[in-house]
């Protein structure tokens, strides 16, 4: 599924809230119920609204093949000091935590190569990166600058470019600022998967709240002081509200919101310097296991870097299982047919070093 990031904005027509005020959320994902439930705690009156007919948001978990798979956000980032951490380990479920080190690296011939060429490749990205933005202009993309600097084309370090940096921003460097590209903060305490299935963190998020599935917003009113909500359930009227929506959504205007009516045209100004990314997986079923004991996979070569990488997942599923993903054009470019990205995927699992 196509990845993007959420963003939280909390409008008003009447000005600062009050404890006691109705707040409508747009969006039941983990930014929309962590808001409501935050609200709620503060003393306001809280209606969660979500288009689809469960919670969740990108946090999306099928169970039809009788096993937990992920076909949304699937990892907690950044353990340490993480909100979720802590809500997950309350909850008594299990994290399995992600060793990247735990890795190989193979050609699509299926040749291993050496982990000292791997570090090294790596490692070079980050150095290209930092000379780009050094000798770069505010207004180049990163891939301008890395090509300023003269980062090699070759099949590992096109290979170290894609997990390094396009899977994990889920776009092209070509799309992504130089100027301003990994200035967020780092995070700490590594990364880890839910076992039996992430769904259970917002089911849990989603206790105790006023939770309206299937009711997508089609507009958002200022009606004097007040707010009418227009949904396909009916209206709302609120005092304020809160959209958690990806900003893909709003691009797509299909939520007709009164933006001037709510002060805050500056912010729908802003997001026209917002894009969405794209991130696509796929996963592997089996009924045994065939490659070697390793939580990471790299593949170099594969077409435009599709399934450059993958994952044993057969310890947070319970069974036999890989995934592998493509970012950015290599995701947009994949076959409409989920047959054929499958038969693709699995040539490429082929490959995979053998226990």
């Not at 798979?69 to 979720?84: D, F, M, Q, S």
């Not at 396009?166 to 995070?187: I, K, M, R, T």
């Not at 227009?230 to 299909?254: K, Q, S, W, Y």
Request: with cysteine.
């Amino acid at each position: 599924m196509a990845n993007g990031r959420s963003r939280a904005a909390a409008l008003s027509s009447a000005g600062v809230l009050q404890p006691g005020d109705h707040v409508a959320v747009v969006g039941a994902g983990v930014a929309g119920l962590s808001a409501a439930q935050y609200l709620r705690h503060a003393g306001y009156r809280v209606t969660v609204l979500e288009g689809r007919g469960r919670v969740g948001g990108r946090v999306w978990t099928d169970r039809t093949h009788g096993v937990p798979l992920e076909y949304g956000a699937a990892w907690v980032h950044g353990l340490t000091g993480n909100p979720l951490t802590t809500l997950v380990r309350d909850l008594g479920l299990t994290l399995v935590p992600t060793n990247y080190d735990d890795a190989v690296v193979v050609t699509v011939e299926g040749d291993v190569v050496s982990p000292s060429a791997v570090q090294s490749r790596q490692a070079s990205v980050w150095r290209a990166v930092a000379k780009a933005q050094r000798v770069g202009d505010d207004s180049w993309s990163l891939a301008k600058g890395l090509a300023a600097v003269g980062y090699p084309t070759t099949p590992l370090a096109s290979w170290a470019l894609v997990t390094e940096i396009v899977q994990e921003y889920a776009d092209d460097a070509s799309n992504l600022s130089l100027a301003w590209f990994n200035n967020d903060g780092a995070l700490t305490g590594g990364d880890a998967m839910v076992a039996g299935g992430f769904d259970q963190v917002p089911r849990a998020l989603a206790r105790g709240l006023n939770v309206q599935l299937a009711a997508a917003v089609s507009a958002v009113r200022a009606v004097g002081h007040a707010l009418t909500i227009t949904t396909t359930t009916g209206n709302l009227a609120a005092d304020g509200v809160v959209l958690t929506v990806p900003v893909g959504v709003l691009h797509a205007g299909t939520c007709a919101i009164d933006w001037s009516g709510l002060g805050a045209l500056a912010q729908r100004q802003a997001l026209d310097s917002f894009a969405m990314g794209d991130l696509e997986r796929v996963v592997l079923l089996y009924e045994e296991a065939f490659w070697a004991h390793k939580q990471v996979f790299g593949i170099v070569g594969t077409p435009q870097g599709r399934f450059a990488e993958g994952y044993d997942l057969s310890p947070v599923v319970g069974r036999p299982a890989l995934e592998f993903f493509s970012a950015g054009a290599a995701a947009r470019s994949l076959s409409a047919s989920d047959a054929t990205v499958v038969a693709e995927s699995r040539v490429v699992a082929g490959v995979l070093p053998r226990r």
